[in-house]
């Protein structure tokens, strides 16, 4: 759906960018001419998916080894990656959860959700972002949240918390960093499947089929839905577009909300019996 050069001469960091999601993502946009880095804290993995990506982008895929929660790395490898040419756009993908009764988390477990995943997302946005500015350049954040971000989520709690704060990083930095050229924007998925979200978060296959339920759409997203749109929001066509959020859930949160989607349970015979009598 885009011309294979909407991304060339940009390049991108993508947190967690060795598995899941950011991996999809990295691919795509080395499909559309970028350079990708990606980092995440296991060295194999990073070592596998780079070579696997760089087979049809030669040249164009680095790594780095880096736990985001650690301020001062964040600050060495964003420098590093720098000193090879500075970043055009950052990707806040990498996420911890958590699927719990909250009342069984101890402090360590909320530490390690939110210290990835708020904490994490600001150090490297603002690593990049004091770059950006320091330099006069462009910038441009993506960031992936959920749509619980808005909304809570029961069993969730920590990841509900620090989606909340990337949601409102996101939107109060578009407007501070907008004279700056920098923009912000986030997308919020609905479910994706992927080995790490699915392995921790739907631990019983009965649970993924009361989760297509809730699906207006009837059906999960797959990864080209949202790699595409990432694509779009970090390329320069939508370049007036910041402090957004695009959900791309298949109506899910929708249907949550709408207070009568339940009527779904009723029949044909239903139906028919709740029109006003004489009418067709
Ligand atoms: C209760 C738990 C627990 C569990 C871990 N802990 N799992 N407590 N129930 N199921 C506790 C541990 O006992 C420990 O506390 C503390 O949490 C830290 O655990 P570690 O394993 O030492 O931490 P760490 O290696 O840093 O692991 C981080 C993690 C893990 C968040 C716990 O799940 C992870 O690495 N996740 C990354 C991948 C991921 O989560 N992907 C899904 C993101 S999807 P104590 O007190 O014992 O020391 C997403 C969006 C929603 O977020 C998607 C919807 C489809």
Request: aromatic share 6%; hydrophobic share 45%; proline share 4%.
């Amino acid at each position: 759906m885009f011309l294979p050069d909407l991304l060339q001469g940009k390049r991108i960091l993508i947190t967690g960018g060795g598995t899941g999601l950011g991996r999809s993502m990295a691919a795509r946009f080395l499909e559309l001419g970028s350079e990708v880095a990606i980092c995440g804290r296991r060295e194999e993995v990073l070592q596998v998916a780079a070579a696997e990506l760089a087979v049809k982008a030669p040249g164009r895929v680095s790594w780095r080894k880096l736990d985001i929660r650690d301020p001062e790395a964040v600050e060495a490898v964003i420098e590093s990656l720098w000193r090879a040419g500075p970043l055009d756009a950052l990707v806040n993908n990498a996420a911890g959860n958590i699927l719990s009764r909250a009342e069984d988390l101890s402090h360590r477990a909320v530490d390690a959700v939110i210290g990835t995943v708020l904490h994490g997302t600001a150090y490297m946005t603002l690593a990049c972002g004091k770059r950006w500015i320091g330099e006069r350049r462009a910038g441009n954040v993506l960031s992936i949240v959920t749509t619980y971000a808005w909304t809570g989520s029961a069993y969730v709690v920590p990841s509900a918390m620090a989606k909340a704060g990337v949601l409102a990083m996101t939107q109060s930095l578009a407007v501070e960093w907008g004279p700056k050229n920098i923009r912000l924007n986030a997308i919020a998925p609905g479910p994706f499947p992927t080995e790490g979200a699915w392995q921790r978060l739907v631990p019983r296959k009965d649970m993924e089929q009361a989760w297509l339920k809730r699906i207006p759409l009837g059906r999960f997203g797959r990864h080209e839905e949202l790699t595409d749109l990432a694509a779009y929001l970090l390329s320069d066509r939508s370049g007036y577009i910041t402090g957004e959020v695009v959900t791309i859930d298949g109506g899910e949160w929708l249907k949550g909300a709408g207070q009568f989607s339940m009527a779904e349970v009723l029949s044909d015979e239903d139906w028919l019996a709740l029109k006003p009598k004489g009418r067709k």
